[in-house]
């Protein structure tokens, strides 16, 4: 009988992947409706959330649109291609909604991707959804929001 290894085995495509998360979404939509909301309470039911560097990342867009618009003169935006994600992605939609909206949907996706993220690696692994897994995900984000303050 030949041996498996890491190189032998096929990776799946890319659709079987895309077809395997719609299924999973369309058997357990309630459970995922349900989590999400549960995840983004805190990140809405706070004023300000501090976390770590995410002033500095508000900072910055703040920024890059005065910077934009004219408003301020002697600085330039000089174009990064590492680290900047999240700060364009404030930026982008502080300019449609303004920054305090921003900053609470731009950690939302953060903590969304952390949490559904974490529960698909884990489900790949096993070839299951990790449902008994899920109370150590919330805490893995809470323990990201432990220094989040009201």
Partial sequence: MPQLTADSMPLPSRELVIVSALRFLRTNAFAFLGLSIL?????????HIQAGDLGSHIYNAWLA???ERH?????????????VLFDLIVLHIANLLGFLAAEKVAVSL????LFWGSFS???????RPPW????????????????WAS
Avoid: D, E, Y
């Fill in 39 to 47: 995840l983004l309470v805190p990140c809405f039911w706070h004023t």
């Fill in 121 to 127: 690696f884990v489900a790949g692994l096993s070839g």
């Fill in 65 to 67: 649109q005065l910077v």
């Fill in 110 to 113: 953060v903590v969304l991707i």
């Fill in 71 to 83: 408003q301020i003169s002697g600085l330039l935006v000089i174009p990064q291609w590492n680290n």
């Fill in 132 to 147: 008994l897994l899920t109370p150590f995900f919330l805490l893995l984000r809470t323990a990201m929001r432990s220094t």
